[in-house]
C-alpha cells in the first residue's frame, strides 16, 4: 500500500482529502495508475477516446521478458525491467484479488531458439552478453530444446532459456484492471473522442471534454502512442512518442495437446501460447503512422517465421489478425514523470514494454502524485532527458 504524507504537491483540496487526479488513457498503464490512485484514496476519473482496453493493450502479446529481451544498448533499461518483472507475481495476486477475473501468469519461461549454426553463434554471443550482466539465462542443446518442446523443428541448434521470463494475457489484464479500479471508485469515462488539457495560470488544471471543463489536481497523460496528439499541450511539455506498428495473428490448437508450452523466439516472430489453445504469433515493427492495414507481406513473414520453427501450425486455423500501435519514444524507453507543466506527470513511451511494466509504473506514479518523490528506478526516464541542450540549438555556451 501507498501512503503519502500529510501535504505534498497535489494535495490541494479544502477537505485535505487525497488529490484528485484525470487520467487520458484506459490501457493497462492508465487503468493500473488509477487503480492504485484510487486504493489510497484519491479521487480518479479516467478518460478514454474509445473503448478502455482496446489499444495497444489490447494488442499485444503479453510477454514479460526483461532476460531474454535485454539487447546490447538496452542496459540502462535493465534496472526498470527486472524490478517490475519481480513485482509481477504479487501485482497478479492483489489484481486478481480484487477484481476476481484471472490474468493468467504463466511462468513456463520463454526459449529463444536457433534453428540453423548462424543463429546459435549469435545466441551464443548473446548468452555471453547477457551473463555478463548477471541474468539468469542458460544454454540448452538441441536434444533438451526437443525434449521440452517436441513440435518444434526436428534440426533446432539449440536455445537461450531464462526460467525468469513468464507471460500474461494482456486481454484479460485489461478486463481485471477495469474491474478492480471500478471496484476501488475509479470513475471511467468511455467513447469521450479528442479530450484536451486545461491550462490555467501555468498548471495543468484538468481536462476539457467537448465544452465540459473536468478539473483535477493533477492530470496523468498515459495516452501511449496519442499521448503526443493530445489537444491543449503545450510544445513543451509535450511527449515525442510516435506510434510503432505491429501486426500479429492468432492460431486455435488443441488445448489437450498444445504444440508449445513456453514462450518462444524463432529468428522471425514470437509465438505465445496461451491456456485456451490460442497461439499467438508476432510481431512485425512498422514505421507507418497510425495505418491500422493488416498487409500481405507482413502476415506472410509472421506465418513463414512460425512455420520454419513450428512446422504443425500449417494444419491449424487463423482465428484473428490484427495491427497494434506501440507508443515509442526517441530512444524508445518509457517517458515516466514530471513533464515541466505543473500538474501534468507522463506515463507513456513504454514501446514494447508496456504489459512488462506495469506494475512498476503504477506504483511510481502513484507515490510520485501522492508525495511528490520521484522512485530513483523512473529518474532516468523522466522526460526532462529529452530538453535540448544550449550546444543544440546554436545559443552561446
Known sequence: MIHAPASHPFSVSQSGARPSVAIIGAGCIGLAV?????SAGCRVDVFERGEAGRGATHAAGGMLAACVETEPGEEGLLPLTRASQALWPGFARDLEAASGLPVDLRTDGTMVI???ADDAAKLRFLHGFQRDLGLP???LGGAEVRRREPFLQPGVAGALFCADDHQVDNRKLAASLRRAAGAAGVRLHEHCGEVALAVEGGRAAGLLVGDVLHRADCVVLAAGAWAAGV???PDAARPPVRPVKGQMICVRMDPRLPLLRHV???PGTYLIP???GRLLIGAT??????DERLTAGGQLALLDGAWRALPG???LPIEEAWAGFRPGSRDDAPILGESGLPGLIHATGHHRNGILLTPVTADGIARLVLTGETDPLLRPFGPGRFARRPAETGAAA
Not at 34 to 38: E, N, P
Not at 285 to 290: A, D, L, N, Q
Open 285 to 290: 515493427t512498422e514505421e507507418r503512422g497510425f
Open 313 to 315: 501450425i500449417a494444419e
Open 274 to 276: 496461451r491456456l485456451d
Open 231 to 233: 489537444p491543449g499541450l
Open 114 to 116: 536457433a534453428l540453423t
Open 264 to 266: 518462444v523466439w524463432t
Open 34 to 38: 488509477a487503480w492504485r490512485l484510487a
Open 137 to 139: 539465462v542458460e544454454w
